[in-house]
């Protein structure tokens, strides 16, 4: 059988294109290579313990309730307070106030610094407002632009005011650390805030994070519940989801996709919802394609050479035998915590040399450099039955504690024989630091847990690093759309009949754009079908 259209990923962005061409009546084929879906975003239970074992929470940004009140999709969302903290000192975040707690929280850290932190919320105030403009409105791809009062009251009035923004945004696209260095003097206040983020975020991206975090939000269940929801939308509206299907082989000559085990199955058209990089070293036959997409193609594959995913994510997931309410009064359901305010800056040297750099050999360097980073690191920590009770046993908590790393190092790791071994060095390096700092009482409470690092996340998403976001900031060149005003462009390839969504069409990229990029894919193939 010959689909309208085969999507390749079935994470958020392939889930998103297939329903909404579901809802066109196409017919439609979404493969993903794992047993489930959801890519980095999903749930799991183990023991009565729900986790996230991707995506913490998930913010609107004019896309999220947009996308599924087009759909028709029902969805309870929680409150999803977020929390920041470094050693003693906790704020909850909760509106317009934020901003002005956050800055005494930092002063009393920092109270030498204090010049420096009101220069620094004087720029997260002004990031605040052009993010006021930007997610001013529901996103239009998912508005009747045929609307007229639509246009001419709400749209025309917005674009004004987001070209306007987009220049001023511009301004910002230095890194997070240099933009810090200009307006701060202390290296650890610098890493407190740096920290939290990508090395090398642009820095409006990373100045705007107070506004995402009051705009996060939880869907009861789990964040899992989300992927649900779309996948029963797709088998209810005629489309096939098969899972266990790695798609290994791409002829776009005769437009069919070969499977692991041989199977092909021919389309129309294809979006490829999965890495960029599988995407091109699938493709078979690649100079036996015709002009103008072959040397496209060609010079596509080219530019992926030698570039990196983004940061990913060292999760340690615990089951504690404390009560949410121990936890709910130190800090909120979300937290961001820093357990030392020396900052990273002061790890030792070790001879590690990360983002490209040569790592040592000497695993008890390893070891001591990997101890004094996870006692100075910055932990986002999520306790998901503080939002929905039902999540855990009654008296009980699961917690997830991620902390960003580096994929190369613990690849290192791996080819040095003592992955495992540096897996439990970790999990029992990070309950000490927070057992010793901000939960006293965990020390003893622990029931279980288990360690996911970057190989985990890569064997699981296929995502080039175990990446999270896309690509890395620190590459010499990001070969895909970086500019908003061109993300319609993000998903066009120059494969006949093929386009793309998801993470790596975009950068900075995360779980918005995947839905964006996932209805700009479908919406393309829809023109391309007519």
């Known amino acids: 059988m010959k689909h309208d259209a085969i999507i390749v990923g079935g994470g958020i962005a392939g889930l998103t294109a297939a329903a909404f061409l579901c809802k066109q009546g196409c017919s439609v084929l979404l493969c993903e290579k794992e047993d489930r879906l959801g890519g980095l975003v999903g749930s799991y239970t183990q023991n009565g313990f729900t986790f996230d074992a991707g995506l913490r929470a998930m913010e609107n940004s004019g896309v999220l309730l947009p996308m599924l009140k087009s759909l028709g999709i029902e969805m309870e969302f929680l409150e999803n307070e977020v929390s920041i903290g470094v050693e003693k000192n906790i704020v909850r975040l909760a509106g317009a106030q934020s ?7 930092l002063k009393k850290t920092f109270p030498e610094d204090a010049a420096d932190i009101d220069r620094l919320l004087l720029a997260v105030q002004q990031t605040m407002g052009y993010m006021d403009v930007l997610y001013g409105i529901d996103n239009p791809v ?5 609307d007229t009062a639509y246009l001419a009251h709400t749209l025309l009035p917005w674009a004004m005011k987001y ?5 001023k945004i511009k301004k910002l696209s230095l890194p997070i650390e240099d933009y810090l260095r200009g307006i701060i003097q202390n290296p650890s206040l610098i890493d407190c805030i740096a920290q939290h983020f990508f090395k090398g975020t642009p820095a409006f991206f990373a100045l705007s994070y107070l506004s995402l975090y009051l705009d996060y939000r939880y869907p009861r269940g789990g964040t899992g519940a989300l992927v649900e929801k779309l996948e029963a939308y797709i088998l209810a509206h ?14 776009p000559t005769v437009q069919t996709l070969t499977d692991g085990n041989g199977a092909k199955y021919p389309y129309e058209t294809m979006i490829w919802a999965a890495d960029m990089n599988a995407l091109y070293i699938s493709i078979d036959k690649l100079e036996s394609m015709e002009e103008p997409g072959r ?16 940061d990913s994510v060292l999760t340690l997931y615990l089951a504690a035998d404390l009560p949410i309410d121990y936890f709910k009064a130190i800090h909120s359901p979300h937290f961001f915590y820093t357990p030392e305010q020396a900052g990273l800056h002061s790890l030792p040297d070790t001879g590690i040399r990360l983002h490209g750099g040569t790592l040592t050999d000497d695993r008890e360097a390893l070891k001591q450099w990997l101890r004094a980073f996870l006692r100075l690191t910055t932990y986002e920590i999520s306790i998901p039955a503080m939002r929905d009770p039902a999540l855990a046993p009654k008296g009980k908590a699961g917690l997830v504690i991620s902390t960003l790393t580096d994929y190369e190092l613990w690849k290192h790791i791996r080819d040095m024989g003592w992955y495992d071994e540096c897996k439990a060095l970790c999990q ?7 057992c010793g700092s901000v939960y006293p009482e965990l020390a003893d409470k622990i029931i279980s847990g288990s360690v996911s690092t970057p190989l985990t996340l890569e064997q699981r998403t296929g995502n080039t690093g175990g990446a999270i976001t896309g690509w890395a900031f620190t590459n010499p060149r990001i070969p895909a759309v970086s500019r908003m005003t061109q993300i319609a462009k993000s998903v066009v390839t120059p494969i006949p009949n093929v386009w793309q969504a998801g993470q790596w069409t975009y950068s900075p990229s995360g779980f918005p754009i995947s839905i964006l990029t996932g209805k700009m894919a479908a919406d393309a193939v829809l023109k391309r079908l007519r």
């Open 163 to 167: 070209m306007l923004t987009v220049g």
């Open 295 to 310: 040397t496209a193609s060609m010079a596509q594959k080219k530019c992926l050479e030698g570039l990196h995913g983004g």
């Open 238 to 251: 005629g489309g096939e989801v098969q899972t266990g299907t790695k798609i290994v082989s791409v002829n």
């Open 142 to 146: 998912f508005m009747n632009l045929k």
């Open 99 to 105: 901003l002005a707690a956050y800055g005494d929280m």
């Open 428 to 434: 029992k390096t990070i309950e000490e630091t927070l």
